[in-house]
């Protein structure tokens, strides 16, 4: 194995070693360390990434406990978190958050550098039919996964045209479409030339037209776009 190699490894067993659950005294500290560092939420302490895109709506990046506590003062109630469930420190230390401070949380998974599954956008859309507002959305950076759904928000939600809801992904937000997380915007192109051809709703599409595989493959062809 080389050195480079090497250190990959050890670098994961290291982060693996600290992504605990919140059981013990010991293992908050190290899921503490972990969020901390492994999880950029010391970036996140000053950087909040936090626009409203709609009355009652907000889009985030992983809010810190303090940031939480600011959300609900300010009147949200409910917290739809694009990250995925399960037994990550950063999924554990932000639902227990919510449940102490009496937000709800709503929790599906997208990732920002692969094309979602139908299933996985169906969920999302569903989830966003199923909250009232006034509700922050957020993935880890705020960037990539949040700004997708902000758009599927504002198609399927509020009716906006793709043309107007694209806009949530954009350097305004630090999403730069030239890199992998361009998947993104090449399933709104995708939906966008479609609906152009003869309309049809995003929801209507994803259900009944979507094809992942088709859409990650036609992307990893096509020539990268700065904007």
Not at 74 to 80: D, Q
Not at 175 to 192: E, P
Request: hydrophobic share 40%.
């Amino acid at each position: 194995m080389n050195p480079f190699a090497r250190f990959q490894r050890w670098e994961k067993e290291l982060r693996r070693s600290y992504n605990t659950d919140l059981s013990t005294p010991e293992n908050r500290r190290r899921a503490e360390i972990y969020n901390l560092w492994f999880d950029h939420a010391v970036l996140r302490c000053v950087w909040t990434n936090f626009f409203q895109i709609s009355p009652g709506v907000w889009r985030s990046n992983h809010p810190t406990r303090k940031r939480f506590a600011k959300m609900k003062a300010m009147g949200i109630r409910t917290v739809l978190n694009l990250r995925g469930s399960g037994t990550q420190a950063h999924y554990l230390t932000e639902a227990e958050t919510c449940e102490q401070l009496g937000l709800k949380l709503i929790s599906t998974r997208l990732y920002a550098r692969k094309a979602a599954s139908r299933t996985e956008l169906l969920a999302l859309i569903a989830a966003l039919r199923e909250i009232e507002p006034p509700f922050v959305m957020h993935c880890k950076s705020g960037a990539d996964r949040a700004g997708f759904a902000s758009a599927v928000y504002l198609m399927v939600v509020e009716g906006r045209p793709v043309e107007e809801a694209r806009r949530m992904l954009s350097v305004k937000y630090v999403h730069f479409r030239w890199t992998k997380t361009g998947v993104l915007d090449h399933i709104l192109d995708l939906y966008a030339a479609r609906n152009a051809h003869r309309a049809i709703s995003f929801e209507e599409w994803v259900a009944t037209e979507y094809d992942q595989e088709a859409a990650q493959a036609s992307f990893e062809k096509a020539p990268k776009k700065l904007f």
